[in-house]
């Protein structure tokens, strides 16, 4: 009864309960994505380092299918170079020097905003050769888009088995995020069986690359599109409909020859709402997305990756342009709907086959109001 006599007229009297008797705020998990546009906290944002793969590489001409003429031109006259060797005409600049100026315009937005951005570990060509063997410098590698090693689901962080073996020595870049992320015991850390970095991979072996993954709550979409060289397969949609168990309806995506990664064809800015190109899906839209709001854009925008931008949260957009095109229209439609949006230059990235969200792995993503 002392008790109850002493905390009563505290209340009464100063409007709140008195310090002793507050239990401490939950602490924020290190590692949690539940959704798409949820509130976007903590991310990796990729380097610009990296090594154009030779074109003897058996994969090479298979992988152009999903690069628009000019940039696939590029990529045959650039094979074999380091990033840090490519010279840029126009300005005299080496396409790391561009790729870094778009990477801190982004990441200056993205802060600006109130994210906390993470960078990954540099590799070298020295450092492939150490660890992985200095035959596995056909397939280049690739440090610009951080999205496709890994995927966050919850709590759940997954290092993923990419079929593009371009990506393949990309995850040594996150050893150290990864292990301060994953130190604490609610995070759980699984890998997927990892195929052979300098061997076509096993049609049945499970293929998954975070382009193709999108977290809409417990359901995720994962793409898989036709392009035999690129791109997640069934086997990979199986894998994870299985680590996911049955709290999660894991959902294929059939996508056509063309298109990279789901996440090139579709992007969520909020709930309710896509910016979709309705071509790009074989047997349509996800039933998922039945009576949504639908910005519609052409296969065309798709391959000049007007469709990868960045929810940083329900009413707030990073949208990337090009010399090919402004994408003024998808800036248009999502401003009608109340969404702020952000523009960034990223031509250099986007010759590279990625735009904005390929750029970023999300750490800490929530639905809920920060």
């Not at 990729?46 to 992988?63: H, K, V």
């Not at 990506?167 to 992320?181: H, M, P, T, V």
């Not at 392009?227 to 996911?244: I, M, T």
């Not at 063309?258 to 800015?269: G, K, M, N, Q």
Request: charged share 25%; aromatic share 8%.
């Amino acid at each position: 009864m002392k008790f109850v006599r002493i905390v009563l007229p505290a209340i009464l009297v100063f409007g709140c309960v008195p310090l002793f008797v507050l239990s401490a705020p939950a602490a924020e998990p290190p590692v949690y994505v539940d959704c798409e546009y949820g509130d976007l906290r903590d991310v990796i944002v990729g380097l610009p380092y990296g090594m154009s793969p030779s074109r003897d590489a058996p994969w090479f001409e298979d992988a152009m299918k999903v690069l628009p003429a000019d940039e696939a031109e590029y990529a045959r006259k650039t094979a074999g170079m380091l990033w840090t060797e490519m010279i840029d005409p126009k300005t005299g600049k080496s396409e790391t020097e561009l790729l870094e100026e778009e990477n801190r315009a982004f990441i200056a937005i993205l802060q600006s905003l109130g994210v906390k951005v993470r960078r990954p570990e540099r590799i070298t060509p020295e450092f492939i050769r150490e660890h992985y063997g200095a035959g596995i410098l056909a397939n280049g590698f690739s440090q610009d888009f951080p999205r496709d090693n890994l995927a966050v689901i919850g709590n759940t962080v997954i290092e993923l088995n990419l079929r593009t073996p371009l990506r393949k020595a990309d995850i040594s870049g996150f050893r150290k995020i990864l292990a301060e992320k994953c130190a604490d015991g609610t995070v759980k850390r699984f890998s997927m069986p990892h195929t052979e970095p300098l061997k076509s991979a096993d049609p049945d072996a499970p293929l998954l690359e975070g382009g193709d993954v999108i977290v809409l709550g417990k359901t995720i979409l994962v793409g898989n599109t036709w392009n035999p060289s690129v791109g997640s397969n069934e086997a990979g949609w199986r894998w994870l409909k299985s680590v996911l168990g049955d709290g999660y309806d894991v959902v294929r995506v059939l996508l056509a020859e063309s298109v990279l990664h789901l996440d090139c064809a579709l992007s969520v800015p909020r709930d309710g709402l896509a910016i979709v190109c309705e071509d790009a899906f074989v047997d349509g839209l996800p039933k998922q997305l039945a009576g949504w709001d639908l910005i519609k854009v052409s296969l065309e925008d798709v391959r000049r990756l007007a469709v990868n931008g960045v929810p940083v949260d329900s009413k707030t957009y990073i949208l990337s342009y090009n010399d090919h095109g402004d994408n003024r229209f998808i800036q248009t439609e999502l401003e009608k709907r109340g969404i702020r949006v952000h523009r960034v230059f990223f031509g250099t990235h986007n010759g590279q086959g990625g735009s904005l969200r390929c750029a970023t792995q999300p750490l800490i993503r929530r639905a809920a109001a920060r």
